[in-house]
């Protein structure tokens, strides 16, 4: 990264640590999150980017209704991108991480998104990894 990147991220308020992007928008960190568990799971396809896209958008309502759930929004569109792509793809994202035989998911704990959401294995209830971290 060149100094003219380094200065555009500064003033647009975004920072990258340790491949987690943070910003002074709860709702920009939750999406670049949520689209890092994307990639790192082999969907981010185009419709998968539109529904986390949609989620991102309705939760941007739900925050300008109660500020104080901005410690919730990155767990919350987490499981709104689960549960749409259930409806179209199927489950997401699947664990790979236990000995299980049968393909079963990952979930978001604690299930009312946060603080500090992670995805736990539904099988074993083993934490594999905080949302944003997924390999």
Request: aromatic share 6%; hydrophobic share 40%.
């Amino acid at each position: 990264m060149g100094a003219d990147d380094l200065e555009h991220t500064r003033l647009v308020g975004l920072t990258c640590h340790t491949g987690i992007v943070t910003s002074p928008d709860p709702l920009i960190t939750a999406r670049a999150q949520v689209l890092r568990d994307l990639e790192a799971t082999d969907v981010a396809s185009a419709e998968c980017v539109s529904i986390l896209e949609e989620a991102v958008s309705q939760r941007r309502w739900w925050l300008e209704q109660w500020a104080e759930g901005s410690p919730f929004v990155t767990g919350l569109v987490a499981q709104d991108v689960q549960d749409a792509l259930l409806s179209t793809s199927g489950r997401w994202p699947l664990c790979h991480h236990c000995d299980v035989e049968t393909p079963h998911a990952l979930y978001v704990d604690p299930d009312i998104g946060g603080p500090d959401p992670q995805w736990v294995c539904e099988e074993s209830g083993t934490v594999v990894a905080a949302v944003g971290r997924l390999s």
